[in-house]
């Protein structure tokens, strides 16, 4: 099993949105998010996928899983090591073979993109 994070600063599709629907049929999708929620912004007391920082999760046939995410700044001083944790979260799960995380600032994060628990834990309701 391989992870594989790509680099944060250079976007191949620079201003073109990477966000396509996520695998929520596949088998190992309820999984996948999970480990996401395992990985935590260390400035945020919230796991990134209820911040709303990832944005699709894409698992194919082989079991290969694509996440794209972004970052609550582009200046977020985790940005060169959060791919790496995220990967590292998926990896070990039954089933997957490779992991590959890619950071894109477009659409940029938002508040409006925090789940309901997160904006809970973090006072805003």
């Known amino acids: 099993m391989t992870a594989e994070a790509s680099n944060p600063i250079a976007d191949p599709l620079e201003g073109t949105p990477l966000?396509?629907?996520?695998?929520t049929d596949h088998p190992l999708y309820d999984n996948v998010v999970e480990a996401c929620r395992t990985v935590f912004d260390p400035e945020i007391p919230v796991n990134i996928y209820d911040l709303g920082l990832v944005y699709t999760i894409e698992i194919n046939a082989e079991n290969e899983v694509?996440?794209?995410?972004?970052?609550t700044a582009p200046g977020c001083p985790v940005a060169g090591e959060m791919p790496g944790w995220v990967a590292e979260a998926i990896e070990p799960l039954d089933g997957v073979k490779m992991v590959n995380v890619q950071l894109t600032?477009?659409?940029q994060?938002?508040?409006?993109?925090?789940?309901?628990?997160?904006?809970?834990?973090l006072?805003?309701?």
Request: proline content about 7%; hydrophobic content about 45%; glycine content about 6%.
């Open 19 to 23: 966000i396509k629907p996520s695998s």
């Open 66 to 71: 694509d996440v794209i995410m972004t970052l």
């Open 105 to 107: 600032w477009e659409p």
């Open 109 to 121: 994060w938002g508040m409006d993109m925090m789940s309901d628990e997160a904006r809970l834990e």
């Open 123 to 125: 006072g805003f309701m």
